[in-house]
């Protein structure tokens, strides 16, 4: 079992920086693949960035946004620059055991965490 809390989000000018983190509880949380998605208000969740062995960006964050990990401190985080409105959401931390990217998304999350919201104000 892993349960994941995330932190970090807040509200913040257009062009400014935020950095997410999950802090992550369970023995085997080093061998897990790890995921942030969001959620905008009347809109499908959707994939944001990705680690496993390597890293991935859905296209709209790329160039601005940075996943990576620390497993001495069974935390991931997102470095998120140049902010713009449209990345208003509830983004949500997700952990699975067998994640796949397949070229837009990342699939196989089997834990989710409740979510930190990002407000961006133009």
């Known amino acids: 079992q892993v349960q994941l809390i995330e932190s970090g989000g807040g509200l913040v000018q257009a062009g400014g920086s935020l950095r997410l983190s999950c802090a992550a509880s369970?023995?085997?949380?080093?061998?897990?693949?790890m995921g942030w998605f969001r959620q905008a208000p009347g809109k499908e969740r959707e994939f944001v960035a990705a680690i496993d062995y390597s890293t991935y960006y859905t296209d709209s964050v790329k160039g601005r946004f940075t996943i990576s990990r620390d497993t001495a401190k069974n935390t991931v985080y997102l470095q998120m620059n140049s902010l713009k409105p449209e990345d208003t959401a509830v983004y949500y931390c997700?952990?699975?055991?067998?994640?796949?990217?397949?070229?837009?998304?990342?699939?196989?999350?089997?834990?989710w965490g409740k979510g930190t919201l990002v407000t961006v104000s133009s």
């Open positions: 997700a952990a699975g055991q067998r994640g796949y990217y397949t070229g837009s998304y990342y699939h196989g999350m089997d834990y």
């Open positions: 369970g023995r085997t949380f080093s061998t897990y693949d």
